[in-house]
């Protein structure tokens, strides 16, 4: 599978604004420039799909990507099966995501991150990132392709939001077998978003191990619903699978108040060669002629690799290190980070400690936002 990058153009009252596809973990990202603004789309559904139908400066929005089709059949979406899927992985590849998302820093030998690639008792013995699952799914978006009734173009999908639920200890190595199946569909009237819910279990034991859940937005792909006085929306998320507490969607970062922790965390100009290497092998973030054609002046780094920084950050701030602490994750792409700027996490944790608000920045923009939910600490920290 080699993904592959593209572009196409908006006109707004004579002016072209570029629309930007870029992989996030093996999905596209699409990022919208206008007159220098950048919006993340999946925020701003509605204000885009408004503007679709109006005019600015006397002039109707042309969008020149997009191209009639057959409309998506939510009946046949929703009924679809995905086949199971296999991830095989090792101690080095546990070790390989975390330097590829930072770990141990600009410390080689710092004590709260070395344990994620190195343990003097053997390599068997390192400690796995909490978001290390995240890779586990990277070819499923090319099954989306394959769903009965859904219909899109590849080229405009974007990978808006990422969610994980971990009920296990993860192992340093293992056999997973993935489930997956369409959590959600929602017409946008000129979009679609859908969500696919994967559970993984060990494939030698038969435990549950985690969650993913992650919503793509498919531009051009709405107006599929039966009538036009109420738009189709389904959602059947799993619950309460293993007692997680659920992160409650409409909580926003405090911003008005100091945040609890603030970290600051320099990626390396190679970071984005090095995070391929755990599966996301899109060029935009390794060729600069792609990366080129979809409007950056130079590669740019994985979304989910942003995540991972993000999620790193929580840990050594307001987890003391200790990584199983870990519940939940959410994160929210924003914006694009390239690689070798600093990474400057924010976060605000609850009056219990246990539910945390974060923004991730680089260069004083935000490319991240989400939460992070926490289980108690040990009785010896309390």
């Not at 993860?170 to 929602?186: D, F, N, V, W, Y």
């Amino acid at each position: 599978m080699r993904p592959i990058g593209g572009h196409g153009t908006v006109e707004i009252g004579g002016a072209l604004s570029e629309i930007f596809f870029a992989y996030t973990c093996c999905t596209r990202s699409l990022y919208s420039r206008v007159g220098g603004l950048e919006l993340n789309l999946i925020e701003e559904i509605d204000w885009f799909s408004s503007i679709l139908t109006t005019t600015h400066d006397e002039q109707k929005l042309k969008i020149s990507t997009m191209e009639e089709g057959p409309s998506i059949n939510p009946d046949l979406v929703l009924k679809f099966q995905f086949s199971e899927s296999i991830y095989e992985y090792t101690e080095r590849d546990v070790a390989l995501y975390a330097l590829g998302v930072g770990a141990p820093g600009p410390n080689p030998v710092d004590p709260l991150e070395l344990p994620f690639v190195y343990h003097p008792k053997g390599q068997e013995f390192v400690r796995v990132l909490p978001t290390f699952p995240v890779v586990w799914p990277f070819s499923l978006t090319e099954s989306l392709k394959s769903v009965d009734g859904l219909h899109y173009d590849p080229k405009l999908l974007l990978h808006g939001e990422q969610y994980l639920e971990i009920y296990k200890q993860l192992p340093t190595r293992g056999r997973i077998r993935s489930s997956s199946r369409i959590s959600g569909l929602h017409d946008k009237v000129k979009a679609a978003i859908v969500e696919v819910e994967v559970l993984s279990h060990d494939d030698g034991t038969g435990e549950l191990l985690c969650l993913n859940r992650f919503t793509v937005f498919l531009r051009g792909a709405g107006g599929f619903s039966p009538t036009s006085s109420k738009l189709f929306s389904y959602s059947e998320r799993t619950t309460n699978l293993d007692r997680v507490t659920p992160i409650p969607p409409t909580i926003k970062a405090s911003t008005s108040s100091p945040p609890t922790a603030v970290f600051e965390d320099q990626s390396q100009t190679s970071q984005a060669l090095l995070y391929r290497l755990s599966g996301d092998y899109n060029p935009i973030h390794a060729d600069p002629a792609i990366a080129g054609q979809a409007g950056f002046d130079r590669p740019i780094l994985m979304g989910l690799c942003s995540l991972g920084y993000a999620v790193r950050a929580v840990i050594r701030c307001l987890c003391f290190g200790d990584s199983g602490r870990v519940q939940s994750v959410q994160g929210r792409f924003l914006s694009h980070v390239f690689p070798g700027e600093k990474l400057v996490t924010e976060m605000w944790a609850d009056a219990s400690g246990n539910k945390v608000t974060y923004i991730c920045k680089a260069n004083g923009r935000s490319v991240l936002s989400g939460f992070v939910t926490l289980t108690p600490p040990p009785a010896s920290r309390l």
